[in-house]
């Protein structure tokens, strides 16, 4: 008995000892994630390059997007203020690599939630920020209307995205071939597109809607097919290990769409917070229950992420209605979409 427990202690420790010393290699911020944000004074938010909708910096610099919320929404419920967040854009080959040695505290960068990510990369996905599937897009000159008839295309992809797995997925169970023409920047891939190197380019549908939103001159001379060949759906992801930070991502999210659900908002949530007889409501808001202080947090957390950010609803209008993209299967469950957050109790 004494010995198995032994046994067991040390293969623990060794394990232990294992990721430090791996940690330390990899030169990773301490364990505690929250403890080197607070000491910081700011989150690390790693960011997609150029996408619209999702991540871009404004004409001031400022970052601006869905996935940029979600990080400022974080901010906002350690840190107290959404603006204390450092964006480092990264491209889908960086992305794992970055998160895993530290450099980031979190990624919110068009990610897909997938079991092989989850389990051999060391990271967990908190929770899904929007629900996304991968498409088909040509230039509407090629005459084609289905993803059917691109047997023998040429088709833009980017490298180290779920994107290039189902590409080729989707045409080998078609038995139709294609010949991938693989960029892994974004501009570079748009351009090879619009010059016509590639029949088709093939993405998140969500970035080929804000790529074509984005063309100011020409943007109906591309058309999105109506295939939808994948599931995306997309979330902030974390290191694993440090639960309470993971737990405080994925509260911070479903705050907001808990908060979308119960009619609170940017607008009237301090209100709500003083005058609110609702008992969902006031447990958001830290009026009833320690649910903030169970997570090393003020109880006024969820005041904080929606006063600054909004709720889940303001964050979409803000910045995927623009490009184009109807809230759809990004509702809330009971208006037809699978936005869902569990009891906040
Ligand atoms: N969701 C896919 C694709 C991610 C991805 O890289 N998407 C493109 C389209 S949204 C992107 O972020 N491009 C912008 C950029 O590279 O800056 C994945 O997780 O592998």
């Keep these: 008995m004494t010995g198995l427990r032994t046994r067991i202690a040390g293969v623990a420790a060794a394990a232990v000892f294992a990721f430090a010393g791996q940690a330390l290699a990899q030169g990773a911020a301490p364990p505690d994630t929250v403890a080197a944000i607070r000491a910081r004074g700011s989150l690390v938010c790693g960011v997609a390059i150029n996408a619209p909708g999702f991540a871009l910096p404004d004409s001031r610099g400022e ?12 901010a906002a419920a ?8 450092r964006f480092v ?11 895993q040695s530290g450099e980031l505290d979190i990624l ?17 996905f908190a929770g899904i920020n929007f ?3 991968q498409g088909f897009m040509v230039r509407r000159s090629a005459n084609v209307t289905s993803a059917r008839q691109l047997d023998g295309a040429t088709v833009c992809v980017q490298p180290g995205t779920t994107t290039e797995l189902n590409l080729a997925d989707y045409f080998r169970t078609n038995r139709m071939r294609f010949t991938p023409v693989v960029i892994e920047s974004v501009e570079e891939i748009r351009a090879a597109f619009v ?7 093939t993405n998140d549908i969500s970035s080929l809607a804000s790529f074509r939103a984005t063309r100011t001159t020409d943007a109906d001379s591309f058309l999105l097919l109506p295939e939808v060949i994948s599931k995306e759906p997309l979330g902030p992801t974390v290191r694993k290990g440090d639960w309470r930070f993971f737990d405080i991502v994925r509260w911070s999210l479903y705050a907001q769409i808990a908060a979308e659900e119960l009619g609170v908002t940017s607008a009237n949530v301090e209100e709500l917070a003083r005058t609110s007889t609702n008992p969902d409501i006031q447990r958001l808001l830290g009026r009833s229950g320690d649910l903030g202080r169970s997570m090393g947090l003020n109880n006024d957390w969820a005041v904080q992420i929606i006063r600054q950010v909004g709720n889940y609803g303001e964050m979409y209008e803000r910045s995927i209605t623009p490009i184009g ?21």
């Design 63 to 74: 970052f601006r997007g869905l996935d940029v919320d979600t990080c400022r929404a974080v």
């Design 89 to 99: 854009p990264n491209t889908a080959v960086q992305r794992f690599p970055m998160l």
């Design 195 to 201: 010059a016509g190197r590639c029949d088709a380019y």
């Design 131 to 133: 629900y996304d599937g």
């Design 108 to 124: 919110a960068r068009n990610t897909t939630w997938t079991l092989g990510r989850e389990t051999s990369l060391g990271l967990a």
């Design 325 to 345: 993209i109807p809230r759809g299967v990004n509702n809330l469950w009971n208006n037809g979409g699978l936005h869902y957050a569990p009891p906040i109790r």
């Design 78 to 85: 350690i840190l107290g203020d959404a603006t204390k967040v």
